[in-house]
């Protein structure tokens, strides 16, 4: 039955369609794991650092589970692969399974944070110098994958993050690919480009996907390998190279390249309510807007974006007020 996904092992093909122009990684074998064990810097919290790569909590391409292993499944270029990772303090074990398998361990050290250099941010501010205490080793994600953060993020523009997370549950889980390996239940890959731009009008309306936001991710899957070549590039030319598709603007590429580059400087700007959170913990200010956030955040240039992490982490925000605009109605580009 569509949606569902048991434990299983898909066939040694991988299942499903694959990127254009892309090899199958190793000899598509999706039952045998691969294994890499690394050390990192310094103590490791994994959720902590993949968690921005989480969509939700029934997210089916990202699991935590209870022995603390964080599981995902992602569509590389060389296809579907499962990658479990687990940290005891700074020494990492991870295994994988799928034809992109050998490219998931190849890039589990940027995923884990190793290209970041949380050394060079010097906290300005009491509140976050005090988050940087409890934290001082925040570590930036790097996938080098740009889709599998373009599509979820087109879909949560002007909808609440509920919205947003049921639409991509039900897209992944419907259209996806089942995870390779012995994966938790339900846990699959994101459809491929190919599939994506397959999916029925009526599809996207019954997972709440207006025609905008639909049409601006067909329009992605279309040059996905542009797309792709994004994670390649700086961030201030990824962010031109994802905005010259009409839908996609300051807020979307932001989201994007501060979780396929890891970038620490990328601040998100149009947002409703990340403005208002800097300014209440900066300043006490309840009403700030995007100008006034830039400029409370002047003194971490080239560090914004971490800047807004450890003042997430705090928990101090502004009483939550309730929503101006209708529920599909609050969020922007």
């Known amino acids: 039955m569509a949606g569902r996904f048991p434990l299983r092992t898909p066939s040694p093909s991988g299942g499903g369609p694959r990127l254009p122009g892309t090899r199958t990684g ?55 692969g499962t990658l479990r990772v687990s940290a005891r303090g700074a020494e990492v074990s991870a295994q994988a399974w799928g034809p992109g398998a050998e490219w998931l361990l190849d890039g589990l050290p940027a995923l884990l944070g190793a290209e970041d250099r949380p050394e060079e941010f010097v906290p300005r501010h009491r509140l976050i110098a005090h988050s940087h205490r409890r934290v001082p080793d925040l570590r930036l994600t790097r996938t080098g994958l740009v889709l599998e953060s373009l599509i979820p993020s087109v879909l949560e523009q002007k909808i609440t993050a509920d919205e947003a997370y049921r639409a991509w549950r039900r897209l992944v889980t419907r259209f996806g ?97 990340l403005p208002r959170v800097v300014g ?38 502004p009483p939550r007020r309730a929503p101006k605009m209708p529920r599909t109605d609050i969020g922007l580009l």
């Open 26 to 80: 190793g000899s598509g074998d999706t039952t045998t794991a691969r294994t890499r064990s690394w050390t990192a810097a310094a103590p490791l919290h994994l959720p902590q650092v993949l968690g921005p790569l989480r969509r939700g909590p029934g997210d089916p391409t990202f699991r935590l589970t209870p022995d603390g292993a964080v599981w995902r499944v992602s569509r590389t270029p060389l296809g579907a």
């Open 177 to 273: 690919e089942p995870a390779p390996g012995p994966a938790p239940e339900r846990m699959a890959a994101m459809p491929a480009p190919r599939t994506w731009a397959l999916v029925p009008s009526w599809e996207w309306h019954k997972a709440g996907v207006d025609d905008k936001r639909a049409s601006t991710i067909l329009r992605a899957v279309r040059v996905a390998a542009r797309m792709e070549e994004a994670a390649r590039m700086a961030p201030a030319e990824a962010r031109a190279r994802l905005e010259v598709i009409p839908g996609i603007g300051p807020w979307t590429s932001a989201e994007v390249v501060q979780r396929s580059h890891g970038a620490p400087d990328e601040i998100t700007t149009g947002d409703l309510h």
């Open 280 to 317: 209440y913990a900066l300043a006490g200010d309840r009403e700030a807007d995007d100008a006034r956030m830039l400029d409370l955040l002047a003194p971490y240039a080239g560090q914004r974006h971490r800047a807004a992490r450890y003042i997430l982490l705090t928990g101090h925000t």
